[in-house]
């Protein structure tokens, strides 16, 4: 007979003789698991797809709101910025000369309304089933369909070489620290989000900046993907129009070391 551990004492019952076994504990919590997951799938989800409930928020809902929200900030600034402004006109104590200068450097910087003869240039996406509309040239790829950052840049610095004034670009006013950046098929401006098709309008010489943009390198390669694959491009004269100013901050913001 043997001395194991593992062996039964003489005497005892079937049931003490039966060996614990893991394996059915183990199937018996990831079944427990499986009911609990069941469950509160069930309960998040309250009878609707959880994939496709319009109810939940996505990260697209997300930026427009914020977009919204920014978009009121702007408007709420500007109109204290008026506000403060009036108030400082009533008796601030200086000359006429510094007024002049004060008013002079606020039109430089674009914190005012600017009026004079422009023209607007429109930018669209080409429609997603276009083909090559000249020999010679590839059928396209996505990318040759739709706006880029670069092209938006173009138009912009094609205008201020131009001599615009005053540029906005949808319905702000862009200044010296404003940055025209795209993430995938939409424009990021000063907190706010926009989708084709993009206008862009400037204050100045008509002729001078229809020249300037003739002339852009840049726009001139943009041109060949307006003509072969159907890229939107329109410059029309707007007559006179009024830029609103920048209502935004115009203080200098940069990173600073962590002490």
Not at 57 to 84: F, P, Q, V
Not at 167 to 189: E, P
Request: charged share 25%; aromatic share 6%.
């Amino acid at each position: 007979m043997s001395n194991s551990a593992d062996s039964p004492a003489a005497g005892s019952s079937p049931a003490r003789r039966r060996r614990f076994r893991p394996v059915r504990v183990l199937t018996a919590g990831v079944f427990a698991l499986a009911g609990l997951l069941f469950f509160t799938s069930f309960n998040t989800a309250k009878g609707t797809n959880i994939r496709t409930d319009s109810s939940l928020l996505k990260l697209s809902d997300l930026i427009h709101e914020r977009s919204r929200n920014n978009g009121e900030l702007d408007e709420s600034n500007a109109a204290l910025r008026h506000e403060i402004e009036s108030l400082a006109e009533r008796d601030d104590g200086s000359t006429k000369a510094e007024d002049d200068k004060l008013a002079d450097l606020e039109k430089k910087a674009g914190t005012q309304k600017l009026t004079g003869e422009a023209i607007t240039v429109t930018l669209d996406d080409a429609p997603p089933d276009a083909t090559a509309k000249l020999p010679g040239y590839p059928e396209p790829q996505p990318d040759y369909l739709v706006i880029h950052q670069q092209d938006l840049q173009a138009v912009v610095n094609a205008l201020w070489q131009g001599g615009a004034r005053g540029i906005k670009v949808m319905d702000q006013r862009l200044i010296s620290t404003s940055a025209v950046r795209c993430v995938g098929n939409t424009l990021i401006l000063q907190g706010r989000v926009y989708s084709p098709p993009y206008k862009i309008t400037a204050v100045g010489d008509p002729e001078k900046l229809k020249r300037a943009l003739a002339e852009a390198p840049a726009i001139q390669n943009y041109m060949v993907y307006v003509n072969v694959y159907g890229l939107g491009w329109k410059v029309e004269d707007e007559g006179t129009v009024t830029l609103p100013g920048y209502p935004g901050a115009v203080d200098l913001h940069y990173a600073r070391p962590v002490a």
